[in-house]
Every structure is written in structure tokens, then in C-alpha cells.
């Protein structure tokens, strides 16, 4: 999740809500996706090895890379392909924002940010790459042969990265360093091929497989470090420290620095949740709905597998973002008077864990799957927590009301809930059908099966696909399965796709 216009449209909403709660205790069908069927062993995940130097000065990370990949599908390969994303920082002209997000991203004026590769090897021995694809962001790897079906092979890339004065995903503020989306990821290969999309200003553009990953990272000692996976080991040598992580197996690999991290942890089952909060600005409320919201979704989605997970407050202007084990949340919510606007964005990051970070989907041409269930997640997190009456106000006076008000603006042209990023024009209508038409798609089918049917195929779903990607097929056969009903028409007719 990505907010900006939506984020700063829905404050006053936020706030109206807030006050309400206190007083009651707080065409043509395209053919949908099918899943690639291409897997020959899916277990065995693709190895990162990552050491890395965050150098202050120069706000550049030095790193060297070595990825193992192991051909698990059907075919051979005579190129490899990565993403790196940090290329689309380089040019004001490519930059992932809408034109009336540039004052906030950009406080001090465009600053910009890149990856340089500085050269790949195979064996020690240095194999042709190249840079292309929309803003420099996809990385060609030629091996020295092809990559027969079963076989595995170890890359050595050098790469270097600058970060951005940003205040976004991957970038810096006052107070905190975002290092996300910062080295070179493996494209996903599905029966569409290499998955090469650009990165889009609306949404969350990516699209990637399970990994296990092994990060070395050396900071100066005064910084905090928040982190995707465990630290297993921390040195101090001067005035830098070194950190060794290791994850679980995770989609993606993140981490946020510090000098005014407050840092406050709680065990939950065997999760250890730990609030970042910039000098202890309501760290108490984030850690308490942190815990809350690991709990609800723990019992209602199935038990979140990890042995830790962070929730940190950036310097990051658009809301809220999730990376496996860790959320970003905004500093801008931490200083809001009133603690509904937090706890909603920390309820719903932490709610990605699930859909998105463990039971994956393509976010560039399926934006919907894990978005509205994602949003709907947050809806049964304040039924959970507060009640039916809390859950049904908030999905009338927000989640509603925002999508009747896009119509206002724009009429509906019958697309439905099921397309594609580079369908939408701008992030107010994405937001309006992803988020909020997709929450009340999922809510009409909770209506449909009937409650315990419903949380059935939730708990099936999740159980099913973690550690995968699923697709929207694959949603609706599982809920089909669980319902006494014909949901046919119902997916077709939301979502404008046709089922077979």
C-alpha cells in the first residue's frame, strides 16, 4: 500500500470517523490470469547473499551480490533478468509520482537516485549484462551458457547505490534512511515470460518470488537499524557496526536507519514485534496496535510464520508501505492529534504481511488481490477489535462514502475491479476501485457465503498459497469451493473478468 492523494484526502474522513467512534466505543470480459503450472519443484527458493556499506556522506551503499538460481521451470535460459528499481530515481522525468506529490516527496527540491552496476560475474570470470527497459530499471545477465531445466547457477554482481532526498519508499529525510527496493531482485518467470513491467507511479508496482536471503551491513554505530529477517549478530569496530542478517524466506528485503529511533518490543506467540518510533512519539499506541493486529490476524487468516516484525515510523510522505517483517508508517500520523488515523495504517500494512508478503500475487497486473483483501482485512480488524457497529461505520463513511465520491467525479465506465495499473489514470481512481470497490466486492461476497463459509476459505486461502503467488483464479476456486453458492457471476460482474 502506497498512499498519497488518497492519504491526504481521507484525513478529514479520518478524523470525522474518529469522533463517531469515541461516541460508541471507539464491454468485453478479458480472460482472467491463470496460474503458471510451470513450477517443477516450488521449495526450493533462490539464494541472496548481500554485503553492503552505507556510506553517510555520500548517502551511497556499496554492495556485492551474489544471487543462486535455480531453473525449477520447464525451459532453459539463455538470459537472466533483474530488476533495479533504484534507476528510476535517476531522472525528474521518470520519478514514480504524480505531479501534485512532488512539493511533499521532494521538500529540498528533486534530488536524484540511482543503481550502477558495476559488473557481473559468473565463476569469477566477468559475463556480458546490460541495463534497459523503461528508466533503466531491468538488468539483462547473459551466462556463460544456457541454464538447462534442473540446473543452478551463482552470479556475482557489484552494483552501487545513491540514495535520493526523497521522502518515499527508497530515500532519505531528517530523521530516517529508507533502503527498500535497493538491489538487484530476480524477475518473476510465469507462463507470460520474464515479467519486465515498469515501475509505475500508481500502486505497488512489483512482482516477486519467495527467497531466502544473508545481508551484511556496516552503518555508522550511531544509527538504529530496522530490518526484513533476523539480526543474527551485531560488532562494533570504531565507530561503524556491522550487522548479519538472515530471513526465513521472504519476498523481499528492506531496512530503515536511524539516529531517533525510540525502540520498543513485545513477544507475541513466537513473534517478537518491535515499534520504531522517531524519539518515542507515540510509541505506546503503534506497539499496542502492532500486537492487536498480529493477534486478530493470527486467528482469523492463519499464524504468521516469522520470528519477527517491525513496525517503523519514516520519513516517508504517502501513508504507509509494507516489506516482509517490516511496515513503513509515515512520521506525519505519529503527530496527529487524534490515534485513528495510525492505528488504521498500521492495522492494514500489518495485514499485507498476509497479502502480499506470505501469500503473494503479480501487483502490477492484479493490483486488486492483495489490495482490496488487504483492505477488507483492516475492516475485520476494527469488527475484531471493536465490534460489528465499528466495522460497519467504517466501511460506510470511508470506505463507501470514497467511492461514491469518485463517481461523483468520474462515472464508472463498467472496467470493473480487475485491471491493471497502467489502466488507471491516476491514483484517486485506483485507490477508489482497488481499495475501496474491492473491499466492498469482498464484503459482498462475505454476504454471499455466509460468515462461517467465508472465513473458511480466508483460512483455506492463506493456508494454500503461502509462500506462493497466487492468482485470481485461484481466490475465486477456493472460495467456490467453501460456498454453497454460485460465485460465478458475482467475480464477473465485479471484477469484469470471465471465469471458465
Given at each position: 500500500m502506497r498512499l498519497s492523494r488518497r492519504f491526504k484526502s481521507l484525513v478529514i474522513v479520518f478524523g470525522i470517523l474518529f469522533l463517531?467512534?469515541?461516541?460508541?466505543f471507539y464491454v468485453e470480459y478479458p480472460p482472467i490470469q491463470r496460474?503458471?503450472?510451470?513450477?517443477i519443484n516450488e521449495e526450493q527458493y533462490n539464494l541472496y547473499k548481500i554485503q553492503t556499506v552505507f556510506d553517510e556522506g555520500s548517502m551511497t551503499l556499496?554492495?556485492?551480490q551474489t544471487i543462486t538460481f535455480k531453473n525449477n521451470f520447464d525451459s532453459s535460459f539463455e538470459n537472466v533478468y533483474f530488476h533495479i528499481y533504484p534507476n528510476i530515481f535517476k531522472k525528474k522525468n521518470n520519478v514514480p509520482f504524480e505531479e501534485g506529490d512532488m512539493e511533499f516527496v521532494y521538500p529540498n527540491g528533486f534530488n536524484p537516485g540511482w543503481i550502477k552496476i558495476n559488473n557481473v560475474k559468473e565463476n569469477n570470470k566477468?559475463?556480458?549484462?546490460?541495463?534497459?527497459?523503461?528508466?533503466?530499471?531491468?538488468?539483462?545477465?547473459?551466462?556463460?551458457?544456457?541454464?538447462?531445466?534442473?540446473e543452478e547457477?551463482?552470479?556475482?554482481?557489484?552494483?552501487?547505490?545513491?540514495?535520493?532526498?526523497?521522502?518515499?519508499?527508497?530515500?532519505?529525510?531528517?530523521?530516517?534512511?529508507?533502503?527498500?527496493?535497493?538491489?538487484?531482485?530476480?524477475?518473476?518467470?510465469?507462463?507470460?515470460?520474464?515479467?519486465?513491467?515498469?515501475?509505475?507511479?500508481?500502486?505497488?508496482?512489483?512482482?516477486?518470488?519467495?527467497?531466502?536471503?544473508?545481508?551484511?551491513?556496516?552503518?555508522?554505530?550511531?544509527?538504529?537499524?530496522?530490518?526484513?529477517?533476523?539480526?543474527?549478530?551485531?560488532?562494533?569496530?570504531?565507530?561503524?557496526?556491522?550487522?548479519?542478517?538472515?530471513?526465513?524466506?521472504?519476498?523481499?528485503?528492506?531496512?530503515?536507519?536511524?539516529?531517533?529511533?525510540?525502540?520498543?518490543?513485545?513477544k507475541v506467540e513466537d513473534t517478537t514485534i518491535q515499534s520504531y518510533t522517531i524519539k518515542g512519539e507515540k510509541k505506546e499506541v503503534a506497539l499496542k496496535v502492532a500486537v492487536d493486529s498480529l493477534e486478530v490476524f493470527n486467528r482469523i487468516f492463519g499464524k504468521y510464520p516469522y520470528k519477527q516484525l517491525s513496525v517503523v515510523a519514516?520519513?516517508?510522505?504517502?501513508?504507509?508501505?509494507e516489506y516482509p517483517n517490516l511496515v513503513m508508517i509515515g512520521d506525519g500520523l505519529y503527530t496527529m492529534e487524534e490515534d485513528f488515523p495510525l492505528e488504521y495504517v498500521i492495522a492494514h500494512e500489518i495485514a499485507h504481511q498476509w497479502w502480499y508478503g506470505i501469500v503473494g500475487n503479480n501487483e502490477v497486473t492484479e493490483p486488486w488481490l492483495d489490495e482490496a483483501l488487504t483492505e477488507y482485512s483492516t475492516l475485520l480488524y476494527f469488527e475484531e477489535k471493536y465490534g460489528t457497529h465499528i466495522k460497519q461505520q467504517i466501511q460506510e463513511k470511508m470506505i463507501k462514502a470514497q467511492y461514491e465520491n469518485f463517481l461523483d467525479l468520474k462515472a464508472d465506465r463498467g472496467e470493473g475491479i480487475m485491471r491493471s495499473l497502467a489502466e488507471f489514470d491516476n491514483s484517486l481512481e485506483y485507490s477508489s476501485i482497488v481499495y475501496s470497490r474491492g473491499a466492498l466486492f469482498i464484503d459482498h461476497l462475505r454476504q454471499e457465503m455466509g460468515d462461517e463459509a467465508f472465513r473458511k476459505a480466508i483460512k483455506e486461502y492463506y493456508s494454500e498459497y503461502k509462500f506462493k503467488n497466487a492468482t485470481t483464479e485461484n481466490f475465486y476456486m477456493i472460495l467456490q469451493k467453501n460456498s454453497q453458492k454460485d460465485l460465478k457471476s458475482t467475480f464477473e460482474e465485479w471484477l469484469n473478468v470471465k471465469i471458465e
Open positions: 463517531t467512534l469515541c461516541f460508541q496460474a503458471s503450472g510451470i513450477w556499496k554492495s556485492n566477468l559475463i556480458y549484462h546490460k541495463v534497459m527497459g523503461d528508466g533503466e530499471t531491468v538488468l539483462r545477465v547473459t551466462p556463460q551458457k544456457a541454464i538447462e531445466i534442473g547457477r551463482t552470479f556475482e554482481i557489484n552494483f552501487e547505490v545513491k540514495l535520493p532526498n526523497v521522502l518515499a519508499r527508497m530515500g532519505y529525510g531528517d530523521n530516517t534512511v529508507n533502503i527498500t527496493n535497493w538491489y538487484p531482485i530476480l524477475a518473476v518467470y510465469d507462463q507470460q515470460g520474464w515479467n519486465l513491467d515498469p515501475y509505475y507511479a500508481i500502486g505497488d508496482p512489483f512482482y516477486s518470488e519467495v527467497a531466502e536471503y544473508e545481508v551484511t551491513i556496516d552503518i555508522p554505530s550511531e544509527y538504529i537499524l530496522a530490518t526484513t529477517g533476523n539480526i543474527e549478530s551485531k560488532k562494533e569496530k570504531d565507530t561503524i557496526t556491522t550487522y548479519k542478517i538472515k530471513t526465513e524466506g521472504v519476498r523481499d528485503f528492506g531496512m530503515i536507519l536511524s539516529k531517533d529511533f525510540d525502540v520498543k518490543g513485545v519514516c520519513n516517508f510522505s504517502l501513508g504507509g508501505m
